[in-house]
């Protein structure tokens, strides 16, 4: 089973896409959502907190996202090392994950934000980035998240540039409303099957 790397900026559409992906029967792994529902366990909040220096928990011990997205997004040494702790322990959830699929499907779906800085793209076959408009990016995450404009801009550039994620494309998906996304997962998904079969 081929892995295909999919990431884009945040709001740039990933999650949308993949769940189209997902309604054509290809497995999707979600790196972040995994990466989040790490934070769930205290263990690995004391650890994220040595990282921190603050304690980044509500008084029912639970992460609070919004005092741990103030420090990282502010610090970037800071964020560096929680992705440094975390990654591998995503990496260690998908090779888990992956076993289910690997007899039944040709391809699955890695969806990450920071597929290339982590450097799990090296293992993937092919790598699909979704890339959208800024404005309408920083649109559509103020709408999903509720947070404020230029809050998005920070995390827009705490990544990498839509520049240097484009050059690195095997297949790129315009999320600006032009071209259906549907027909565009659909082109893709084929022309995947096509290679891996
Ligand atoms: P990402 O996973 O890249 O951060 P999402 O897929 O969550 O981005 O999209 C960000 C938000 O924008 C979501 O609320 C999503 O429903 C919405 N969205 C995505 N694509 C479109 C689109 N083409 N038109 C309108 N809203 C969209």
Not at 21 to 31: H, K, N, R
Not at 86 to 95: S, T
Request: include cysteine; charged fraction near 25%.
């Amino acid at each position: 089973m081929k892995i295909i790397g999919l990431t884009g900026g945040i709001g740039s559409g990933k999650t949308t896409v993949s769940h189209i992906f997902e309604a054509l029967t290809v497995p999707v792994f979600y790196a972040d959502n995994e990466a989040k529902a790490l934070y769930n366990n205290p263990l690995i909040l004391d650890e994220i907190e040595k990282i921190t220096g603050a304690s980044i928990r509500n008084s029912n011990g639970q992460v609070n996202r919004k005092i741990l997205a103030d420090i990282i997004f502010n610090h970037p040494d800071k964020l560096a090392a929680v992705n440094a702790f975390i990654h591998p322990l995503v990496a260690k959830r998908f090779e888990q994950w992956k076993e289910a699929y690997i007899k039944e499907a040709l391809y699955c779906i890695r969806e990450a934000a920071i597929l290339f800085e982590s450097g799990n793209h090296a293992d993937c076959f092919r790598i699909i980035v979704v890339t959208a408009p800024e404005e309408e990016r920083i649109k559509r995450v103020v709408m999903r998240d509720g947070i404020n404009p230029q809050d998005v801009k920070l995390r827009i550039n705490q990544q990498m540039s839509e520049q240097e994620r484009l050059a690195k494309a095997d297949y790129i998906i315009h999320n600006d409303g032009t071209i259906p996304l549907i027909r565009q997962v659909v082109a893709i998904h084929h022309a995947i099957i096509n290679l891996c079969s």
